[in-house]
Nanobody, 125 residues
């Protein structure tokens, strides 16, 4: 069982930055691929970024490429999402998720077994 707790959300002006953190419980964090997803108002949850268990492989959805960076610190059981150049379209509840895996990452919601409660990110224009 893995418990995930997100933090770092908030209200920011367009063009600003936020860094989300997701702290995981347990001693086998390095065995899990991690993902960040978001659900904007009136929309379905979508993948934002994903990272393999060792951190060597990453994925970004097209709309965040060049602006967001996913990273992880296995010694701290934490995955991060650095978000720069935020715009109002990034407003959403952001969730982290975990799945036990080999060396790859996953981008489909149904692949993930564990989810955090979410953290709200609001970008004002």
């Amino acid at each position: 069982q893995v418990q995930l707790v997100e933090s770092g959300g908030g209200l920011v002006q367009a063009g600003g930055s936020l860094r989300l953190s997701c702290a995981a419980s347990g001693r086998t964090f390095s065995s899990y691929a991690m993902g960040w997803f978001r659900r904007a108002p009136g929309k379905e949850r979508e993948v934002v970024a994903a990272i393999s268990r060792g951190g060597g492989r990453t994925y970004y959805t097209d709309s965040v490429k060049g602006r967001f960076t996913i990273s992880r610190d296995n010694a701290k059981n934490t995955v991060y999402l650095q978000m720069n150049s935020l715009n109002p379209e990034d407003t959403a509840v952001y969730y982290c998720a975990a799945v036990k895996s080999g060396t790859i990452y996953y981008i489909e919601l149904k692949a993930y077994d564990y989810w955090g409660q979410g953290t709200q990110v609001t970008v004002s224009s």
